[in-house]
């Protein structure tokens, strides 16, 4: 039975239904963590949010700062270092740098509006652009939904984004993390290769085929996984295959075949690139007549001793135990 619109029962429309839920749940989430007791037990928010003396101040935890503070821990903390100052170490490079690099895209110009503690300007343009995103990939995936779905309408849309809404990742989702940021770009890149399935133009259906290749790609220059993406793109071009030997090679399997071997490119080149990157950057940092690490010069990370760079846990150790 097909299912009831869900603009019958409900008051409003489903987007702007949405829209409220998703600023509701958001206050709540938001509300638990600033009324959240103590500095937390993560102590590397702490370094990050001292000051030039080394000091933290405790009695702004219940205040806007607070609750940036409050949100950047664990992973957070590593994407705002990150975003800061570029990538430095090498357990750095495990987090995606697509999101890194738009934080400090965006720190700029909120430091341009006159804010100049820096650490504080990337995790409030963190927190800023995984609110953004989170909305937007809710208002994308009930496009998506009622494009794959037409037959149900809106009501499984709204139940698809809804649930995006309140999903189990919580404070992931709010807080100085890319979880937002990729999934805002998968779900659009589904929704183009959606479009590009359903298009009737065949040079039209390539280029939104390419555009969500694209898409695909940007998504895993934030996060790696976004990579298997890419076996849409590989089970089409199998079928492709399976049809030019059924009805022989005609143009618009050649189009066709060029649109998903292009977006599958574009979709390596998101894990490709900061890969070279990265390697690139190994071999200039050991072609340099220096035998003192570059990262030796952060003492919350790295000391120098002998010429060698020693981990956090042995710097540790020697700073506060004196092995």
Known sequence: MRLQSIHQYLPVGPVKLLLV?????KTLLLAVALLSQGPGYDTSTDILFSGKNGHVDNASLFTALGLVRKLTR???VYFVKAAQRGYLFEQEWAFGK????????????FAHLGTSDIPKVESFSALVIAHVLHLASVLVLFKLTKVVFSNSGAKLAFLAASLHIITPAGLFLSAPYSESTFSFLNFTGNLFYAYGVQEKSEWRSCVKIIVSGLLFGLAT???GNGLLSGVIFLCDAFILVANTKDHGLTLPMVSRG???GLGGVLIALGTLVPQWERGISKVLDLLKPTAVPSGCTDAYHFICIGGLDISIHSYVDIYKYGL
């Open 21 to 25: 839920e998703f600023f509701l749940w």
């Open 74 to 76: 664990w992973d957070a």
């Open 98 to 109: 697509g999101f890194t690099w738009l934080v400090s895209r965006a720190s700029n110009i």
């Open 221 to 223: 220059f934030v996060r």
């Open 258 to 260: 060029f649109a998903l």
